[in-house]
């Protein structure tokens, strides 16, 4: 394995920018991602636990880049999620977290992905899901992506009882809203993002799932 470049948080987002000049494409960025290794402690102010929920917490955003880590208490996860069309790229920090992805069969609301700046309408409640893979992304292992062709998935922390786990997450181009599956219902609907903390200071929710009261700051 080739080794990593050691750098901070503020340079990685420096030169990330640089891809803006041409063209952003899922190898050009892996390739990149792939080749630093960002410091903990720059990343410090980007990491917020919740009791309750994982934490989406905003380091930079521009209107081709947005770049989050997100920070998992043991067990924690997201729901099966689309990215809206956009590519992302996922850097496993510290811990280990694990991956289902997932192909879409059809639904009885297809014509729903006829609208524009958004993957789709959602609102089915005849989705069919079919596991692809499952994967581990362990911190120090390979930079994982969703991408056009591979665009449903779940996350989550593999350990459920002991180590918390941060990633760090580049979005392009940014994701407001995603389409979310119920997977039990076989329903889907869209569901707005938003972030714990932005540039290091925690916000008043906008996600009704999450509580600012029981964050704890992580310190080393
Ligand atoms: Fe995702």
Not at 29 to 41: G, H, K, P, R, W
Not at 157 to 180: F, G, K, M, Q
Request: proline share 3%.
């Amino acid at each position: 394995m080739r080794s990593k470049h050691l750098i901070n948080i503020d340079d990685f987002v420096t030169d990330l920018c640089r891809f803006e000049k041409g063209l952003i494409t899922r190898e050009n960025v892996l390739d990149f991602c792939a080749s630093v290794q960002i410091t903990d402690s720059s990343l410090d102010p980007y990491v917020y636990f919740d009791e309750k929920f994982y934490t989406r917490n905003l380091i930079f955003r521009d209107d081709l880049f947005e770049v989050m880590t997100i920070c998992w208490q043991p067990g924690q996860k997201t729901a099966v999620h689309t990215h809206n069309g956009q590519i992302c790229w996922m850097i496993p920090q510290w811990g280990n977290l694990g991956v289902v992805d997932y192909k879409w069969l059809g639904c009885d609301h297809p014509e729903n992905q006829n609208v524009v700046g958004l993957d789709c309408l959602a609102g089915s409640d005849h989705t069919q899901l079919e596991v692809v893979r499952e994967i581990e992304a362990c911190a120090g292992g390979p930079v994982l992506t969703a991408d056009k062709l591979q665009t449903i998935h779940r996350l989550f922390n593999l350990s459920e009882t002991r180590e918390r786990a941060v990633s760090i997450h580049i979005y392009s181009r940014p994701i407001d809203s995603c389409v979310a599956f119920d997977m039990e219902n076989n329903r889907c609907y869209r569901r707005q993002l938003g972030y714990f903390s932005k540039y290091g200071e925690t916000v008043a929710q906008e996600e009704p799932v999450a509580s600012a009261s029981s964050f704890v700051q992580i310190t080393r």
